[in-house]
């Protein structure tokens, strides 16, 4: 089993984990919590659930290793550099982000990672 495979079992368990709290919550819960009360409780375990399949949207596209070399749109050519990481902040949380870097000797400018553009951050 690759480790992606096993990190999104481990995503889909964390979320049944988190769907059973909230069907408790339901069940036995309902007659001390406010619908304000029940409402605050729901909205976290939606975060969570959220968190974890943003980290996994990113495991499946992290390190967006592109191969030793890549063209920026003036026709620029940026070699493999080192992985590096930024923060991506969601409405479900920050979530740190591994991206393969590329960079030209001599250019004058940020090193270039090829899915910035594409993600966003």
């Known amino acids: 089993m690759t480790e992606r495979a096993s990190n999104y079992e ?3 368990l964390n979320s049944g984990n988190i769907l059973d709290s909230i069907e408790n919550l339901v069940k036995f819960k309902s007659n ?41 749109d003036d ?13 991506y902040y969601s409405v479900f949380g920050k979530i740190t982000v591994k991206r393969q870097g590329y960079r030209k000797k001599g250019f004058k400018g940020t090193s270039k990672n090829s899915y910035d553009n594409y993600l966003i951050i």
């Not at 029940?38 to 967006?64: A, D, P, R, S, T």
């Open 75 to 87: 026709g620029l050519v940026f070699k493999k550099h080192n992985i590096s990481t930024k923060d």
């Open 10 to 12: 481990q995503t889909c």
């Open 32 to 72: 001390t919590l406010t619908a304000y009360q029940f409402e605050v409780e729901l909205h976290k375990k939606c975060i969570e659930i959220g968190n974890y399949y943003m980290q996994q949207y990113f495991m499946n596209i992290e390190n967006n290793d592109l191969g030793k070399e890549i063209k920026n």
